[in-house]
């Protein structure tokens, strides 16, 4: 814990202050950069997204896939469908905190569908590591512990479950 304190404490030294933040008249001025086919064109969307520092942004799509998009190189990293075409991805989340060798190689994510199940994966190998099926309906969110090794889980169905995702358990 205290490892980890430090760690944000010098993360938040470096962040900007709110009052250096742009005014509504400059974000008006902002233009695209970029635009990116990342989903299937026959059940166009991108439900849910996050990003992971400047370089991963992880898309969860209408079409079933999960999408990982390096934006620095602007290339598709890694896709796949974990639970099939035909179960759309609501929710879809990196790993907070993954250490710099595992971004980009093991980037693991939490990603749900309408049948209430959720995985934590790591993308590049497409390969669960823990699966969530106590739920009847979709996840609807999801919140690290600050050291990563618990996660809530919310669901439409009303209930909501605690796991250890490092021991791979539900204790809750």
């Not at 520092?53 to 998009?69: P, S």
């Not at 980009?104 to 959720?118: A, D, I, P, W």
């Amino acid at each position: 814990m205290e490892k980890l304190s430090d760690n944000l404490i010098e993360k938040r030294k470096k962040q900007k202050a709110p009052s250096d933040y742009p005014k509504r008249d400059e974000l008006a001025k902002f233009k695209e950069s970029g635009s990116y086919p990342l989903h299937k064109s026959t059940a166009p969307g991108i439900v849910n997204m996050d990003v992971l520092g400047d370089q991963y942004v992880i898309t969860g799509g209408k079409d079933g896939q999960a999408v990982l998009f390096d934006a620095e190189s602007e290339q598709i990293v890694t896709k796949f469908s974990p639970y099939g075409e035909a179960n759309p991805l609501t929710l879809t989340s990196f790993l907070p905190g993954q250490a710099p060798e595992q971004q980009g190689s093991l980037v693991m994510l939490g990603t749900s569908h309408k049948n209430g199940q959720l995985g934590l994966w790591n993308i590049q190998e497409q390969k669960s590591l823990y699966e969530v099926k106590c739920h009847s309906a979709t996840i609807s969110d999801i919140s690290f512990q600050a050291l990563n090794e618990f996660v809530a889980v919310g669901s439409r169905d009303g209930s909501w479950s605690f796991h250890n995702i490092l021991e791979g358990k539900k204790l809750g």
